[in-house]
């Protein structure tokens, strides 16, 4: 399959930077040769930009500067947060909205979000301009792919609602689909979730007509942060340090990503050479100045909107357990030095 081609091949790239990096002699933690700190992430999805500093950090050396060396996994198919709560990866990236059963009491998996990747939600529904959905109250009599997740289809039945729509009327599909502009081209479906940066600028790139639903535009409960850096709270607790020097690495390659978004576009490029180049740079360009926005520094998160937006989940009912404030999310590892 093409997801697993790729991430094959980033896999075997990461691995070859990192014992490339392993024949330096010393690094600033005081280890040597092959005594580097070994930390695994694990992807959401196939890459993409939302990656970029990801890559660039691992392109130009930044893990070898902090004396560690990174391997890039592929996601399970039940997701990166499976694997980072188990313990066999460090960190991963996920998506607010879908961490809520993580943070449940009693049932929490050991895992915190480390950093935002964007500081905003760009995520929202597309759908060809001549199916005239520009509102949830247009989604009545047509049909939405699903991941088929309950917290998707509440999120998506309170926007019908508050438009005075009948959710009824709307057609779930369950389709994991990873073309969006090719369902939206062949009808397999009438709407779709997706993250604008990647699939909208695909969409675009392909000449088609969209109409754009943008879920943080429309109702600021909304703006989640979708996606995260997410992490084992055991090595969080074991290894203060190696995460923090991670954690300094991967915020330099974001910044490189917002101050050179055409070097980092090559960049990407180079490293994934399977995935499409028009719609890496155009998507690079889109993001640079939506990473950090207006954030004081990249990966900052705003402590009142991520617990506003799980209260908001609970006071809706689309959850019925109540995440306690300040639960779930640290800016210790990221903040400004």
């Known amino acids: 399959m093409k997801k697993k081609k790729i991430l094959s091949c980033i896999l075997v790239i990461s691995i070859c930077l990192g014992i490339a990096g392993c024949s330096s002699k010393s690094n600033n933690n ?16 196939t890459p993409n930009t939302n990656h970029t500093g990801l ?17 890039v996994k592929e996601p399970p198919e039940d997701g990166a947060a499976i694997l980072v709560a188990s313990g066999k990866a460090q960190f991963g990236y996920a998506f607010q909205e879908y961490l809520a059963p993580a943070f449940k009491p009693g049932e929490e998996m050991g895992i915190t979000a480390v950093s935002s990747i964007i500081q905003h939600n760009t995520s929202g529904l597309v759908s060809l301009k001549d199916k005239s959905i520009e509102t949830p109250a247009d989604l009545e ?9 309950d917290i998707e289809k509440a999120i998506l039945k309170y926007l ?5 729509a009948d ?3 709307l057609e779930i599909i369950p389709n994991t689909i990873s073309d969006a502009p090719t369902a939206l081209k062949t009808n397999q479906t009438d709407t779709i979730w997706i993250y604008h940066a990647w699939d909208g600028i695909a969409a675009e790139v392909q000449g088609l007509e969209t109409n754009f639903i943008d879920f943080g535009e429309i109702d600021e409960n909304l703006d989640f942060y979708s996606p995260v850096l997410i992490a084992n709270n055991d090595y969080l607790e074991n290894n203060e340090e190696d995460a923090k020097a991670f954690m300094r690495a991967f915020k330099r390659g974001y910044e490189y990503a917002i101050e050179h978004p055409q070097e980092a576009a090559e960049i990407l490029y180079r490293l994934v050479p399977e995935l499409d180049k028009e719609i890496i740079e155009k998507s690079q360009l889109w993001l640079a100045d939506k990473y950090q926005d207006d954030a004081p520094y990249w990966g900052y998160i705003d402590n009142d909107r991520w617990d506003g937006f799980y209260k908001w989940l609970y006071d809706t009912e689309v959850i019925d357990y109540k995440i306690e404030a300040g639960i779930g999310f640290s800016n210790k590892y990221i903040e400004a030095e």
């Not at 890559?55 to 391997?71: H, N, Q, S, T």
């Not at 019908?160 to 005075?164: D, L, P, Q, V, W």
């Open 167 to 169: 959710y009824s009327k």
């Open 160 to 164: 019908m609602e508050k438009y005075n």
């Open 141 to 149: 009599n047509h049909s939405y792919a699903s991941w088929d997740m």
């Open 30 to 45: 005081g280890k040597k040769g092959n005594e580097k700190e070994k930390i695994t992430v694990v992807l959401d999805w």
């Open 55 to 71: 890559y660039i950090a691992l392109e130009k050396g930044y893990f070898e500067d902090e004396g560690i060396y990174v391997e």
